[in-house]
Nanobody
């Protein structure tokens, strides 16, 4: 089970940190992705953390602004979001897949079998 939290309302240029709590499995063994879905748009991948500290990927739209990280001791995954813009407004979801996945599949929703409930991020201009 995954539970995402930490969303809220923030002004443009501000920061938020989203958290994803995992229960029932160990995050260190999982590929973790943060996805977002804006109103009227498809769900898109934002950041991915490969299992066992084997690297991260970020979508072009968030490179240099968002950082995904993991705290194995707390079994938590985080998404630090800086320099937020109104176009970042969306419901953010954390998702997990077992084991290592090839790069070409990391942005596909179908790669992930576990999903959190989503947390709303609203960025005002």
């Amino acid at each position: 089970q995954l539970q995402a939290f930490g969303g809220g309302l923030v002004q443009a240029g501000g920061s938020l940190r989203l958290s994803c709590a995992a229960s029932g499995f160990t995050v260190a063994d999982l590929t973790i992705g943060w996805f977002r879905q804006a109103p009227g748009k498809e769900r898109e991948g934002v950041s991915v953390l490969r299992n066992r500290e084997s690297g991260t990927l970020n979508a072009n739209s968030v490179k240099g602004r968002f950082t995904i990280s993991r705290d194995n001791a707390k079994n938590m995954v985080y998404l630090q979001m800086n320099s937020l813009q109104p176009e970042d407004t969306a419901v953010y979801f954390c998702a997990a897949a077992k084991g290592r996945k090839i790069t070409s599949t990391l942005w596909a929703i179908t790669t992930y079998c576990y999903w959190g409930q989503g947390t709303l991020v609203t960025v005002s201009s």
